[in-house]
């Protein structure tokens, strides 16, 4: 990590003990520096794409902070059209938790959570968010609006956020059983959100408003899935922030202009495939933050080619059935229901990708995948896929073997090597 911006992270750190509200206008400026900078890249390839996507996720973290009465709190499988399409911001804690790591500052938020009773093995990206909240450095929103997908930690920080901030919770609750019985359930309680929105900020949201929202997400995912379709047959300049932008894009910023522009400009800007490089596909979040998993996996001499969250497609949305289309995204998700469900569609993408091997990452904290990681090696190995469970953390150093990690993915890399 830059000199500079370890500094910074120190000075943050040294500020959330002694002053939060400096703390926040610390990152604040920080993130609004990102937006300025990446926001400038005019580039056409994918390393400028992603520099956009970037700067457009940073502005949604300092808009959020600066007008908290105006954001909710949600989680990164939240369908946030109706947000969008009233003005309101969403302001989602798993990803400020990798911007915090990112700014060299996650520790002390991190160190605060188990000072306050929050479990050692927690999910470090929720266990960041309570940190930066209990701080005062995260503010208060207007409310949270969460879903039961497709992560345990979720059901438990979030209330405690509820709790902690005094503000109002909705959890859409997702029936694991994949029909349209489900799909009616959830898009009903989708509906009761929007009264509580309206309520709530003052606003109406305009039913046009939201059906150009969902016109939106279909436009874009039109494009994506036919990018994940093709994805096999391109090489793209793939970094580990890309894969994290690619994540955020088709989750919580689906249905913004600024999303769509990101996956037509990714998807334009693959070049014929590089058969020199070898070429993964990655199990869960990427840790964006790591020097040493960013040195070998940017090298040059391998491409990441996806990761499972971030192709998790459901049936194309539907504007002149929005609710309906935001319930069927959860139901259909490849993240609800069996974890079968999960490595099927994995094996699938990594199929279309033409991936030479996968490294399911076992992120701390995330039981759901932990507990998959066996099963997947076997099927992704039965597939002729090599994989390599590697144990990490998406934010929080202080759970990595950063020298076992490098020498592990070195060492599987080869492995990809002499099998060509």
Request: proline share 5%; charged share 25%; hydrophobic share 40%.
């Amino acid at each position: 990590m830059e000199k500079y911006i370890e500094t910074i992270g120190s000075i943050i750190e040294k500020q959330t003990v002694k002053n939060p509200a400096s703390a926040r206008r610390l990152l604040m400026a920080a993130y609004s520096w990102v937006r300025f900078n990446k926001g400038r890249d005019k580039g056409t390839d994918a390393i400028a794409a992603r520099n956009r996507m970037n700067a457009a996720v940073a502005g949604t973290i300092v808009d959020s902070f600066r007008r908290p009465e105006q954001a909710v709190m949600v989680n990164i499988f939240m369908p946030c059209e109706q947000l969008h399409a009233m003005g309101l911001q969403p302001m989602f804690p798993e990803g400020i938790s990798v911007y915090l790591a990112n700014t060299a500052c996650q520790r002390v938020f991190g160190e605060a959570a188990e000072a306050a009773d929050v479990p050692e093995t927690f999910c470090s990206y929720h266990k960041t968010m309570i940190g930066a909240a209990e701080t005062g450095v995260m503010p208060k929103p207007l409310m949270i609006a969460n879903t039961t997908l497709a992560c345990d930690a979720n059901q438990l920080s979030f209330r405690r956020l509820a709790e902690f901030y005094h503000i109002p919770q909705t959890v859409i609750d997702v029936p694991s059983l994949v029909s349209e019985e489900s799909v009616a359930y959830v898009a009903d309680q989708l509906r009761a959100l929007t009264g509580q929105l309206e309520d709530m900020s003052g606003r109406r949201l305009k039913p046009e408003a939201l059906r150009d929202a969902v016109a939106c997400s279909r436009r874009t995912m039109e494009v994506y899935q036919d990018f994940l379709a093709r994805r096999g047959e391109v090489t793209l300049s793939s970094t580990l922030t890309g894969e994290m932008c690619s994540l955020i894009t088709v989750h919580i910023m689906l249905g913004r202009p600024e999303g769509e522009k990101y996956i037509r400009d990714l998807a334009a800007a693959g070049v014929p495939k590089d058969e020199s490089k070898k070429r993964i596909f990655w199990i869960h979040a990427p840790p964006n933050w790591q020097d040493s998993m960013k040195d070998i996996l940017e090298s040059g001499h391998c491409e990441l080619v996806g990761s499972d969250l971030g192709a998790d497609c459901p049936p194309l949305p539907d504007p002149e059935q929005p609710y309906e289309s935001m319930a069927r995204r959860l139901v259909y998700c490849a993240n609800n229901g069996p974890g079968q469900r999960r490595l099927e569609n994995a094996l699938l993408r990594a199929k279309q990708a033409k991936a030479d091997g996968v490294i399911f990452f076992c992120h701390w904290g995330c039981k759901q995948t932990m507990g998959l990681a066996q099963l997947g090696k076997q099927m992704f190995e039965a597939e002729g896929l090599p994989t390599l469970v590697l144990d990490g953390d998406g934010c929080d150093a202080r759970n990595v073997a950063d020298g076992q990690m490098v020498t592990r993915v070195n060492a599987f890399l080869e492995q990809l090597e002499g099998g060509k």
